[in-house]
């Protein structure tokens, strides 16, 4: 359960009043006075005192506890003195977060702590209401299967105070399925694969711009192709063509670093790392090296692991990650569940499937609790 924004508030106040200031980080000196409901900031730059109110800094907060980034222009829709708003989160989340420097001088804040989202929940509502009991908010939900059931997700991301990255979805499925029809969008069993795949991206854009101003919807993903950077590059230049939404980049890990690298400079808010799945069951060695790298030459840049919930969630500080491995259980005989370290092994006789499914579920949602802000 995410901790209130006026529990946070509250403490920066009382601490902040305490020293009578805050430290930017530009290194510049705020002097904070209180005025009921308003706070007051002396700073060298203004002979006028800037007023931020507790209701700004508690939407400021809440903005960081759902999205965990932000540079100081994503305060401008909370207050017109963005940058001194940015700054009260920089004290507000000091030693919970890092700071990292963009090109043009400025800083984006992140939240440290493994961001999990559950994902294969769109056809399970057994399963759903598990993952809220526990006290999940945050799931990866797939455009494809989205399609597939008559599920009223976004409803359901509002009555239970959820919110949700969007996946582009089993393209394979799809495909099979399409090429299976005998008649469908004029024929489309004979068109090419190329053609299926514009078919499949533009429905994609099509329900990314009718839901991309749902505030229950941090962001989507674009269709990435496993072991085809080449591809995935194309499909998400495509999808970017077609809406002006937030759509989070894919890197495959068998791609080059220099292909990482552009994607960094352009300096998104999360890259996500794509193409892994394959390799976790017996050459997770080949994944465990290529991150290093990555890490060694990116050590700050936020990174979304697609599809990984093993060790490696702990051995890479991550920015965010999903995937359904809590719910293997179901799958598998050999139950298995979750030591500290990340990895796993087989359950006990007497746990029941259930209970091995909440035992992982917790273990991944609570690997946010690394951040105090956090109490799962």
């Excluded at 430290?23 to 203004?46: D, H």
């Excluded at 060694?296 to 093993?310: D, S, W």
């Excluded at 702990?314 to 491995?325: K, M, N, Q, V």
């Amino acid at each position: 359960m995410i901790k209130e924004p006026r529990t946070l508030e509250r403490r920066f106040i009382r601490s902040v009043l305490k020293k009578g200031f805050f430290i930017t980080a530009s290194g510049c000196k705020n002097i904070v006075t209180e005025n009921g409901q308003i706070i007051l900031i002396s700073t060298s730059k203004s002979t006028d005192s800037l007023r931020i109110s507790k209701n700004q800094i508690r939407s400021a907060i809440r903005y960081m506890q759902v999205y965990r980034t932000s540079i100081i222009k994503d305060m401008q829709c909370i207050s017109k003195y963005s940058s001194a708003l940015f700054g009260i989160l920089i004290e507000i989340f000091k030693g919970e977060s890092k700071l990292q420097t963009l090109k043009n001088g400025l800083f984006r804040l992140s939240l440290l702590g493994v961001r999990f989202y559950a994902s294969g929940l769109e056809k399970d509502p057994f399963l759903r209401g598990e993952f809220k009991k526990l006290g999940g908010n945050f799931v990866l939900f797939n455009y494809y299967q989205l399609l597939e059931t008559s599920f009223d997700w976004i409803t359901w991301l509002e009555q239970t105070n959820s919110y949700a990255l969007i996946d582009s979805g089993s393209y394979s499925d799809f495909r099979t399925k399409q090429k299976a029809k005998k008649v469908s969008f004029q024929q489309l069993e004979l068109f090419e694969d190329e053609l299926l795949n514009s078919y499949y991206i533009e429905g994609y854009a099509q329900f990314i711009n009718q839901n991309q101003d749902n505030c229950r919807i941090i962001g989507f993903f674009p269709f990435d192709v496993v072991g085809d950077p080449k591809k995935t590059k194309e499909n998400y230049q495509l999808l970017k063509q077609q809406t002006n939404a937030t759509i989070y980049p894919v890197w495959q890990f068998t791609d080059s670093l220099e292909e990482l690298r552009q994607l960094v400079d352009e300096e998104h808010e999360f890259i996500a790392i794509g193409g892994a799945v394959p390799y976790l069951s017996n050459r997770i060695e080949k994944v465990r090296a290529v991150l290093e790298e990555v890490y060694r030459i990116f050590p700050t840049v936020n990174f979304h692991f697609l599809g990984v919930a093993n060790e490696l969630l702990l051995e890479f500080p991550c920015f965010s990650a999903d995937g359904t491995a809590f719910i293997n259980a179901r799958r598998n005989k050999t139950k298995k569940i979750y030591l500290e370290d990340g990895t796993r092994i087989p359950a006990s006789a007497e746990m029941t499937t259930l209970e091995v499914i909440q035992q992982n579920l917790r273990f991944l949602m609570g690997l946010e609790s690394n951040n105090p802000s956090f109490n799962f």
